[in-house]
Structures are given as structure tokens and as C-alpha cells.
């Protein structure tokens, strides 16, 4: 799960990074997970602890803010806005080939 988590984390800040300004729902988040190709190994119970983690993480850094429900609202997940910060992820080809090597 290690690899997992790894891509999973640097999916997060890297959308993050591409979306300042903009607002996610929480699925928006747990949905890397899928994208690793790893669903099976991991509940989604547990996949919404470890999305929940890294999420108050970004809160606890001033990178994502809650944004409050209205009593209209039936949507069951959180609300985040993406705030200005610096860049999480550092982009340049050793890293991506770190990356591909984690796969």
C-alpha cells in the first residue's frame, strides 16, 4: 500500500496545485485512489480515513478551506476551496521517473 498511498498523496497536491481558486467536493479526492489501479486493497472505509488525513492536513496549512453547508444543501460530503499557496509538488523529469519507478 505504501506505493499507493505515495501516488495517491502527490495526486491530491498536484491537483491541488492545478486548481487554485476552485472548489472540490471530497469525492473529488478520494477518487485518486482509483486512479492507482489499487481499489481493491483498501476499503472504502479506510480510503475515506487516509482521503480525511490528508485533507485536514491541507486545512491545518491554510491550502484548502472549508467552505460551511447552507440548510438547502443535501449533499452528504464536505465543500473545500482551494486556496493561493506555494506549489506542493515539484515537477521536472527526476522526479517523474522516481514516480514511474513507485509503480
Not at 54 to 65: A, E, F, G, V
Not at 87 to 93: G, K, P
Request: some cysteine; aromatic content about 10%.
Amino acid at each position: 500500500m505504501r506505493k499507493g498511498y505515495v501516488h495517491f498523496v502527490r495526486g491530491i497536491y498536484t491537483y491541488c496545485d492545478k486548481h487554485v481558486g476552485e472548489k472540490a467536493l471530497f469525492p473529488v479526492f478520494a477518487n485518486f485512489w482509483d486512479e492507482n489501479g489499487e481499489v481493491e486493497h483498501v476499503s472504502r472505509r479506510d480510503l475515506a480515513i487516509l482521503t480525511s488525513k490528508i485533507i485536514s492536513r491541507l486545512l491545518d496549512k491554510n491550502i484548502l478551506m472549508e467552505i460551511p453547508k447552507d440548510d438547502r444543501s443535501q449533499n452528504p460530503y464536505g465543500l473545500y476551496e482551494i486556496l493561493s499557496h506555494e506549489t506542493l509538488v515539484r515537477h521536472d523529469d527526476i522526479d517523474e521517473k522516481r514516480m514511474k519507478l513507485l509503480r
